[in-house]
């Protein structure tokens, strides 16, 4: 199952709490310094093995790498996160790592360029399951060329907590890219949390209508006239 653990709840020293910019669980963790800030999460784990680590963040300039240290030893000093393209797109940086049994620290510092804004850290237990009780995969997709509801932050948290319930592996994304026959065959359901706008990509629309027509389950929370998810 996994755990999500919010960047405001962490311990930090230089970067602050900020709500200036949309797409989050709430407010956010932004960098303020190019050198010593740091976030640090501790995460208390059942057993010691291997687990997978996923940051959610936005960075709407250049890449900014990051050190990145776990229980006080350095395991990658630049470790890299690419810009989103806008400080309202978040997406995923991704890694696995060994815990010992019981607490452990994962700490990013800043390295000579400030660091990105921190939704939240999501923490996934890596050990095989049994057959038939792999989790369900499901996809947010909240892009938009239109308005964009203040409802949406709220559905994207609504669901992650149900996630958290229920065993779910949620991720979601703004970006229209994600719509492929590739990236949507991993995923059990698609959600649309928009509010108005469509894709002019007709590759798109075909990854979305024949994944539909294909078994996968999708659900919508569009208003007016978004025809991607008219299928």
């Known amino acids: 199952m996994d755990t999500l653990l919010q960047a405001e709840a962490a311990r930090f020293q230089g970067p602050q709490i900020a709500s200036n910019h949309t ?18 999460w501790t995460f208390n784990a059942p057993q010691a093995g291997s687990y997978g680590l996923s940051w959610r963040y936005a960075l709407g300039e250049k890449n900014r790498p990051l ?66 009780s792999q989790p369900e995969s499901i996809l947010i997709f909240h892009g938009t060329t239109g308005f964009r509801h203040d409802s949406i932050d709220e559905g994207i948290a609504l669901i992650n907590e149900f996630g958290q319930e229920n065993g779910w592996r949620v991720t979601d994304t703004q970006d229209f890219n994600a719509l492929t026959p590739t990236n949507l065959a991993q995923y059990d359901a698609v959600i649309a949390l928009n509010s108005i706008g469509t894709s002019d990509n007709p590759t798109q629309v075909s990854a979305l209508t024949n994944y539909v027509r294909n078994g996968g389950g999708a659900d919508r929370g569009s208003w007016r006239d978004f025809h991607l998810w008219r299928v």
């Open 67 to 132: 050190s990145f240290s776990l229980n006080g030893e350095t395991v990658n000093q630049n470790l890299n996160f690419g810009s989103t393209d806008s400080w309202s797109n978040w997406n995923f940086v991704s890694l696995s790592v060994n815990f010992n049994a019981g607490p452990n620290t994962i700490r990013l510092t800043a390295n000579g360029s400030s660091g990105a804004n921190f939704d939240y850290l999501r923490i996934s237990d890596n050990a095989t399951p049994p057959i038939g």
């Open 23 to 40: 797409g989050a669980q709430g407010t956010f963790v932004d960098y303020q310094n190019s050198t010593n800030d740091f976030i640090e």
